[in-house]
């Protein structure tokens, strides 16, 4: 073997490494990630407060118009109760 050979070995040999080396670091870095940026202001915190507060107002709302109904078909369906009741007692 001649030096000649011995020096193209070599630098073949160090390339070889030097990809594999690139290769494993590629392998190993962590890959980037980009967060989402989102301006939250105070104001839009208030804003959604706002919302869901108006959204609470108006289901307590129909609750209470409903109450009068539900209040009263109760009552129909007790008083239908008694009365079957009575009419069992009877003989």
Excluded: C, Y
Aim: zero cysteines; proline letters at 3%; a positive charge.
């Amino acid at each position: 073997m001649t030096s000649s050979d011995r020096t193209v070995k070599a630098l073949l040999l160090a390339i070889a490494i030097g990809l594999w080396l690139h290769l494993v670091g590629d392998w190993m870095r962590p890959t980037p990630v980009h967060a989402q940026v989102v301006a939250f202001t105070e104001l839009d915190a208030l804003k959604q407060i706002g919302g869901e507060v108006t959204s609470i107002k108006r289901t307590a709302e129909f609750i209470s118009r409903d109450t009068g109904g539900m209040k009263a078909s109760l009552d129909s369906i007790a008083l239908s109760g008694i009365l079957n009741s009575t009419k069992r007692k009877q003989p």
